[in-house]
């Protein structure tokens, strides 16, 4: 069975150790295999490229992969980094909530 994670695609994390820490960014990608999350402005690297027909080459920036251990989910109520619990609504729904305030986590 696929092995579940606590941060998808489209959250709001923050870095909480490393090069990077205290940057904060929307998850674009988590890799599942390698356990990995691109985040949108965090951990940019820059990539040497050889032009082609649809792009003109050059020294282009992107963002490299960090360890799902190294991000935090960002609090909804006040930005800061936060652990992720799980709860049952009184509709029966499933959902992720942030163990520091209690907000509801939604997507």
Partial sequence: ???????KKGDKVVVI????????????????????ALVAGVNVMK???????????????????LDLSNLALQDPKD???TRVG????DDGRKVRFA??????IDL
Wanted: glycine letters at 14%; hydrophobic letters at 30%; aromatic letters at 6%.
């Fill in 86 to 89: 799980f709860k049952f609504l």
């Fill in 17 to 36: 150790t490393g090069r990077d820490k205290g940057k904060a960014g929307e998850v674009l990608r988590v890799l599942r295999s390698e356990r990995r």
């Fill in 79 to 81: 930005g800061k980094p």
């Fill in 1 to 7: 069975m696929a092995e579940k994670f606590r941060i």
């Fill in 47 to 65: 990539r040497h490229t050889r032009p082609s027909a649809g792009n003109p080459g050059g020294i282009v920036e992107k963002e490299a992969p």
């Fill in 99 to 104: 163990k520091r305030s209690g907000e509801v």
